[in-house]
């Protein structure tokens, strides 16, 4: 009923279900049986029949959601987002918070960005709730799509949310209307320059890259 995660396949759909708390028993026990089969329980068809037997959660996360809750680092901060979502008060957006930054506590460097995961996590999420958890927040560019596909060139839509609303877009060197925006970010406790081209007028990003060679403003990292 909190929708704390229970599961998570790999099927490529979104479908989020709910299972009565009266029946978890029975689906821990159904993928306790079905755990030796991983190819299985990650088919299309598996998850299909536990759509039938168990039908779809009322509230349905949408994909700026789900990139949101993808960047969180442990079931236990995942959880607490998923719980501000649901309800989204101050105390659940410190638990939040909190709980990411504790997940991270053996890197001094992800523990400050576990705690921005948290805030710009929680702006993410309040922004999809509003927007009925449905429409996306930019428009993409072919390109940028295609990468935002990809899980090696992926960047989170909330964290790129939050770089393009506090820096200051630069001209963009090839000349067109749209400003490039620059930030340091971390991935894996590795840290990168991220570059964002983002065109206000119609709302879009046409491009996107991360890179430890110099961008703009940002230089080499060593």
Not at 8 to 36: E, G, H, T
Not at 71 to 85: E, H, I, L, P
Not at 195 to 214: R, V
């Amino acid at each position: 009923k909190y929708y704390n995660v229970i599961f998570q396949s790999s099927d490529k759909s979104d479908d989020v279900i709910k299972v009565p708390d009266d029946r978890i028993a029975d689906f821990l026990a159904l993928l306790q049986a079905s755990s030796w089969d991983v190819k299985y329980i990650n088919s299309s068809g598996f998850n299909d029949y536990l759509k039938g037997e168990y039908g779809l959660a009322d509230y349905q996360f949408s994909e700026a959601q789900l990139n949101a809750l993808d960047q969180f680092s442990t079931t236990w901060s995942r959880n607490n987002a998923a719980r501000y979502m649901l309800n989204p008060t101050m105390v659940n957006a410190l638990r939040m918070g909190w709980s990411e930054a504790l997940s991270q506590w053996t890197n001094p460097e992800l523990v400050a960005t576990g705690l921005s995961a948290g805030i710009s996590g929680l702006q993410g999420l309040a922004r999809g709730t509003a927007k009925g958890g449905g429409k996306e927040l930019y428009n993409f560019g072919k390109t940028a799509a295609q990468h935002m596909t990809e899980p090696r060139r992926k960047v989170p839509l909330q964290f790129m949310d939050d770089v393009l609303k506090t820096t200051k877009g630069l001209p963009d060197p090839g000349g067109s209307r749209a400003l490039m925006h620059y930030t340091p970010m971390w991935k894996n406790g590795t840290q990168y320059n991220l570059e964002i081209l983002y065109d206000q007028t119609t709302n879009s990003i046409w491009h996107f890259k991360y890179t430890q060679k110099a961008l703009g403003p940002l230089p080499l990292i060593p």
